[in-house]
Every structure is written in C-alpha cells, then in structure tokens.
C-alpha cells in the first residue's frame, strides 16, 4: 500500500500495473485518463470516492483540482520481487494531456 500526494497541475504520468491498483481518494479531485484500444475514457473522482486500475490497463492520474489530491493505493499480486507500477509511454489517444 502507498500515499501518493500530486499538487494541482500534476499528474501520475501514463503506467501500467502489473496486478492492478485499487484507491482510494482521501483529499482533492482528479481526473483518469485510460487509454483503451485507440480511444481516451476519462473519468473525474473526488474525496471519499475509489476507483480501480485493472492489470495492465494503461491510465494517466492528473490532478484537475486547485488543492493536492492524497490517494491510498493498493497494490494486488505485485510478482515478488517486481515493480507495482510499469512507466508507459503517451499512447496518443488523449491530445493535451
């Protein structure tokens, strides 16, 4: 499990994670982008919201908000010894982000 704080403006960048993420959003407001075949889904969470990253799913956290967003994330079948978090690159199918 981990805290992940990202001030306004910041952003997760695009990963992956092997076993996927689930989290929690304890303060702020952010914005998912997924990446899925060649289209952009988004979708906007807030305080007390909580949303899942599946395996291998490619998504970019931005902070949308005007105060730093505080996430709990838990990391699932993580293979031992390995990363919880792939870095990725742009993907293309979200212009501007």
Do not use: K
């Amino acid at each position: 499990m981990a805290q992940i704080t990202v001030n306004p403006g910041g952003s997760s960048g695009w990963h992956s994670h092997p076993g996927g993420a689930i989290i929690v959003v304890q303060t702020g407001t952010l914005t998912v982008y997924r990446s899925i075949g060649s289209q952009c889904q988004t979708s906007t969470y807030s305080a007390g919201q909580a949303f899942i990253e599946r395996p291998g799913e490619v998504d970019n956290v931005v902070n949308t908000g005007t105060a730093p967003y505080v996430l709990f994330v838990t990391f699932p079948r993580v293979p031992q010894g390995g990363s919880p978090r792939t870095d990725e690159p742009d993907p293309g199918t979200c212009p501007g982000i």
